[in-house]
């Protein structure tokens, strides 16, 4: 079994959360998370954030990272959000104009720009708060 699924079993158990709470918390699928569960699957990255973010644990933790498993204290503010948004959205329309991202000569379905705009937003999110994290003076850090 990989570390992931470990990781993930002990989450939930350190929770009280079973297989189905966190399929009605994350909206990934009862197969894709029994997948996980059993090792045969590693989640993508998005999934690993919806995971994480519903177990209140640390992204690197669950992935098997010798990090804590606390996620960090900070947070992203809505001008944080905002300014994602505005990438993303920038980059959206970027990718689907004329010859933006193809494949085998193809556009790209958009599917895979969905898929690719995901994994990009997660990433985003989580240099932000990684940021945040390390460059924010203590003193205005949020206790708990």
């Known amino acids: 079994m990989n570390t992931t699924a470990k990781r993930l079993k002990e989450g939930m158990e350190i929770r009280g959360l079973k297989q189905t709470d966190l399929v009605e918390k994350t909206g990934i699928s009862k197969g894709a998370l029994s997948s996980y569960l059993s090792g045969r699957y590693i989640p993508k990255q998005n999934n690993i954030y919806l995971l994480a973010k519903a177990l209140d644990v640390n992204e690197a933790w669950l992935m ?18 905002r300014d994602i948004e505005k990438i993303l959205d920038q980059t959206r329309e970027q990718l689907t104009t004329q010859e933006g991202l193809m494949f085998d000569g193809e556009p790209a379905s958009p599917e895979a720009i969905d898929s690719i705009l995901s994994a990009m937003q997660v990433g985003m999110e989580m240099a932000k708060l990684k940021n945040k994290e390390k460059y924010t003076p203590k003193k205005y850090k949020k206790k708990d």
């Open 64 to 81: 098997g990272a010798d990090v804590p498993m606390e996620r960090p204290t900070v947070s992203l503010t809505p001008k944080d959000t």
